[in-house]
């Protein structure tokens, strides 16, 4: 069966638009170097219910960071994903490497704490977080950065998200994808040769949450890809991580 009425598909890949109390997940024992596919269905019913968590898995990594994925989360991820191509102030940023200055990889931009997110399904995302993680993180997700990949060129280079608290304290970002399905890498941070990396296929609507100490003692990047549709994710973080 053909992949049909999907709302990027009629879209050009290339669009230019410059010791805590333990929540119940199920957890698995991750075989590490090898791919988990968690590629959620374009069609029919999701694996988990929208915004629910009973079927939330937890990944152990090591070090005191872990991982939760849940398939089909998001409700109307649809027309979450149109709404926010339309209204999301997209920018393109251009930063610094070494020697010269080059275009950061895709289109970015953060909902600061008070700014209404472009979607109510997006509001609800995170309020539902906030009550679910409040036994672990203690706190509220407060803020929401958004990146649009416009196709297989479009990536993140490894990184743990350490500025501000991140670099010294447990903490937590949860990222909900919708659109063309990318995969997230993961690897230890002491293991730059990749050794002991993973990788979870994030298809549209699903959820990916990372926590513990994983800002800190893993890293984690998009790699790019020879094909690939358009595809948008939402960080969700607490107060001062980035």
């Known amino acids: 069966m053909g992949r049909v009425g999907r709302p990027w598909d009629a879209r050009p890949g290339n669009t230019e638009i410059a010791d805590t109390p333990r929540v119940r997940t199920r957890v698995r024992t991750l075989e590490y170097d090898r791919p988990v596919d968690f590629q959620s269905t374009l069609f029919g019913a999701s694996a988990a219910a929208a915004l629910g968590f009973d079927a939330v898995e937890r990944h152990e990594l090591s070090a005191g960071a872990w991982v939760d994925v849940a398939r089909g989360w998001l409700p109307e991820a649809d027309q979450v994903f149109s709404t926010m191509v339309e209204e999301v102030p997209w920018r393109a940023e251009r930063r610094r ?55 297989g060129r479009d990536s993140v280079a490894w990184h743990g998200d350490t500025i501000g608290r991140g670099s010294t304290d447990d903490t937590m970002v949860a990222i909900v994808s919708v659109g063309d399905p990318r995969r997230l890498a993961l690897r230890p941070r002491d293991r730059v040769d990749g050794s002991g990396s993973l990788s979870f296929e994030m298809g549209h609507g699903d959820l990916l949450v990372m926590g513990g100490s994983c800002q800190r003692t893993w890293e984690h990047a998009v790699p790019k890809v020879a094909s690939a549709g358009p595809r948008l994710s939402v960080q969700f973080r607490p107060l001062n991580v980035f």
Not at 107 to 136: C, K, N
């Open 97 to 151: 490497m070494y020697d010269r200055v080059v275009d950061v990889p895709r289109l970015v931009y953060t909902y600061m704490i008070g700014e209404d997110l472009p979607h109510p399904a997006l509001t609800a995302a995170r309020e539902a977080l906030s009550d679910h993680y409040l036994p672990e993180l203690g706190e509220p997700f407060r803020t929401a950065g958004c990146c649009y990949y416009r196709d």
